[in-house]
């Protein structure tokens, strides 16, 4: 299996473990560790059977208590404060009158709130629809090996090692009407007659922010589909060569098919990573001009500490976000599962 | 074991680095602003050691960036610094938490708005040292080569600002970006207009806003004014590639260190029977209500006394708060000439909207942005952000 030496396959990596392990893929193993007992012959004597269950218990004990200290608890109380009317003469007491959904229906009713959705899907659609294509095309050409292919595909990397603040910077920069390098290029080479006003109309101020977090995310891409390549075995390659099966065929009979699981891996991952992106669109436009590219993450920053100081409502804002990130992790946990079970 | 040791430094360092915004007893003093550049970096210490010294404190200093939301977070757990240095919009809202201390302190011979500025229900919570506002840096060695004398009116602005737009140079920038930035530098038109912070959309504002939009379409501003910040200006200004901008006094050691020397200053543009006014910029002091807020008040008031403001405002390149000592300034500096006559007549942004005013300012600057980037029409979109604030 070349996929090992890779290490690419992250995910794939991740769930051979515990099915190696004999434990039940995708559910916590939890009988393994004490609870359910009678699946094991009995060990030793009953004072050690009891210290083996404390030990298991213990090992568990710090996972639980970081999840709920760290996870848990800050869910719960976005989760409150999301049906409270917590304004800024809150901050100091703690204490705000609840109010129902009365937060969540004033976001509904928010006409920006409706942009910041709709700009949202055209952000994570745009991104993941890009990022994708592209990188399933690097990726499909890095797999021909080639002299080079090994430094030239670690400098493919060199974007997702980049902080995001620097990159929006930058791309600010590059995207400028006035002085940026892509209006003098796009100018000298005659394809435009005068600046593209990138981040400052509203018709291509998303576009200039999805071609930054575009090029942010493709490295991501390209080095799992990479490694879903790898993983797929050259035989039936060559078998599907036998038979007289073109390139193009190839890709889509075989290639596809076998890919799928980490296709699927690559997606719901981008998403869910792509729906929360923050620091790109803050650094490059605050969410302007006139909230063209403002998403729902960054309009609930700005409910919460842009000044408003609408606490309960930016809570509500991100919950929703919360809500839609957590229907594809569900989706990804499953997709995952079928994959290892397909294995 | 040397695993262990490092753990146990690492932990040691945490929570000292936790602890020190409370630690300390009666005899020190915490404090905040967002001073994280020279001269105020290395300057400021020294400021808070003397008049730390004249109360009997030490005082502990810690440069906060994002000082508005670290505040609010730590008057959540009711650890707030004895003194802090607020943006003087920021001031109410913090002021309405009620985890500041009413200052009782004489403001005789400080600007009366200036000192309306830092009161909130009509209660002192925050003294300026120094103030700012807006007023209209220009080019003098392109204006000569022109022939085109500093504008007085928004005609002559126009017609200045389409005289110097040539190639790579623009007439005129402003910074509107969707940032609180974007209202108060769009609040010296609209103010000297005669426009009112609590009605976004009257005449006086579409009129303001219809100036700047021009200027944009024409190609006399460039588009980028809707992602700018007064940072940037400084930099296109100070490079020949404006010939004009909107801008603040603490721009000017910005311009000394880039060499730019051919330069003056004029008040802001007015339509015809206007008077050049700005929203007041500018930081407060403000002291926390914790059990050290008397000497935190003492502090506050050597800080703002006449000599200190003054040599704050030299630091900072602001405007005394003190008329007396502006007017001194005035006169030894005329490059202050402009700023000294503005500040009298400028208006506090929270003077009559209050804690309400983030909402009034969040809606002022969609508005600008969607009128300079062709969404709506300033008169739509002014009626819309009116709605915005209003509403909810």
């Known amino acids: 299996m070349r996929a090992a030496q890779d290490g690419a396959t992250v995910a794939g990596e991740w769930q051979r473990q515990p099915a190696a392990a004999g434990g039940r893929p995708g559910r916590w193993a939890v009988g ?41 608890y800050p869910l719960v109380s976005n989760l409150v404060l999301s049906f409270q009317d917590f304004g800024i003469q809150s901050v100091y007491s703690g204490r705000a009158p609840f109010n129902g959904v009365d937060n969540y229906l004033r976001l509904l009713r928010d006409p920006v709130f409706g942009t910041a959705v709709v700009n949202t899907v055209v952000f994570v659609v745009g991104s993941l629809v890009f990022q994708f294509t592209i990188g399933l095309g690097l990726a499909v050409f890095f797999n021909r090996a080639f002299p080079l292919s ?39 080479l005659h394809l435009v007659d005068a600046p593209v006003p990138w981040l400052n109309s509203v018709s291509t101020a998303m576009i200039g922010v999805l071609l930054c977090n575009v090029w942010i995310g493709i490295p991501f891409n390209m080095v799992i589909l990479y490694g879903g390549l790898r993983s797929i075995p050259v035989d039936v390659h060559e078998a599907a060569a036998l038979d007289g099966a073109t390139g193009l065929a190839r890709f889509r009979h075989i290639t596809m098919p076998l890919l799928r699981p980490v296709v699927a891996v ?59 990130a957590l229907v594809f992790a569900v989706f990804y946990l499953r997709s995952t599962r079928s994959e290892v079970v397909a294995r | 074991m040397r695993k262990l040791a490092l753990i ?10 936790c602890g020190g ?100 229900q009509g209660k002192l919570y925050g003294v300026a040292p120094g103030v700012n506002a807006l007023a209209l840096y220009y080019n003098t060695k392109l204006f000569a080569a022109a022939g085109v004398a500093p504008p007085k009116t928004w005609d002559d602005l126009k017609a200045a600002a389409a005289r110097l737009t040539t190639g790579n140079q623009h007439g005129i920038g402003f910074a509107v970006p969707a940032t609180e930035e974007g209202s108060f530098q769009f609040e010296a038109f609209f103010l000297s207009a005669g426009g009112s912070l609590s009605s976004l959309d009257s005449p006086q504002s579409v009129a303001a806003l219809q100036l700047l939009t021009d200027l944009v379409g024409s190609g006399s501003a460039p588009k980028d004014v809707l992602t700018w910040t007064q940072a940037n200006l400084e930099e296109q200004f ?44 500018g930081e407060v002091w403000a002291a926390g209500n914790g059990p050290r807020s008397a000497k935190a008040t003492e502090v506050v008031k050597c800080l703002t006394a006449k000599d200190n403001s003054l040599s704050w405002s030299k630091l900072t390149n602001y405007v005394p708060s003190n008329e007396q000592a502006a007017h001194q300034l005035a006169e030894t500096d005329p490059r202050f000439r402009s700023f000294v006559d503005e500040i009298a007549d400028a208006k506090g942004r929270t003077a009559t909207l209050g804690v309400n005013y983030p909402k009034y300012s969040q809606a002022l600057w969609t508005a600008v942005q969607s009128a300079l980037a062709g969404r709506a029409t300033p008169a739509a979109a002014l009626e819309a952000a009116q709605k915005q604030a209003t509403g909810q």
């Open chain 1, 150 to 188: 090994g430094l030239l595909r670690s400098l493919l990397l060199i974007p997702w090692l980049l902080p995001l603040v620097v990159t929006g910077t930058v791309f600010r920069w590059i995207l400028d009407t006035s002085n940026g390098v892509l209006n003098h290029v796009l100018l000298s």
């Open chain 2, 21 to 120: 915004a409370s630690a300390g007893d009666d005899s020190t003093l915490t404090e905040m602003d967002y001073y994280n550049t020279d001269p105020l970096l290395t300057a400021l210490p020294q400021l808070l050691d003397t008049c730390g010294k004249q109360a009997g404190v030490t005082i502990k200093r810690q440069v906060v960036p994002d000082l508005r939301t670290k505040v609010l977070q730590l008057v959540g757990s009711h650890d707030v610094p004895d003194l802090v240095l607020l943006d003087n919009p920021d001031l109410q809202q913090i002021a309405a938490t009620g985890a500041l201390s009413e200052l009782g302190l004489a403001t005789d011979g400080l600007y009366p708005n200036v000192v309306e500025a830092g009161r909130y």
């Open chain 1, 266 to 324: 690559v997606l719901t991952l981008g998403l869910i990573y792509t729906i929360k992106v923050f620091d790109v669109i803050w650094v490059m436009t605050k969410g302007g001009p006139a909230n063209s590219t403002q998403t729902v993450t960054t309009y609930g920053y700005q409910l919460s500490f842009g000044g408003l100081s609408q606490f309960g409502l930016g809570a509500a804002a991100s919950n929703l976000l919360i809500v839609v």
């Open chain 2, 238 to 281: 100070a490079n020949g590639a404006l010939a004009m901008m909107v801008n603040g006094p603490w721009q000017l050691p910005q311009l000394a260190k880039a060499g730019m020397t051919d330069f003056a200053i004029a008040p802001i543009p007015v339509p015809a029977g206007g008077t050049p006014s700005s929203a007041l910029g």
């Open chain 1, 32 to 72: 393994r560790l004490g609870w359910e007992r009678g699946d094991r012959p009995a060990r030793g004597s009953g004072v050690r059977r009891r210290w083996n269950s404390v030990a298991r218990i213990g090992f568990v004990l710090p996972v639980i208590l970081y999840l709920a200290l760290f996870f848990l």
């Open chain 2, 8 to 17: 146990a430094a690492t932990v040691m360092l945490l929570t000292a680095g």
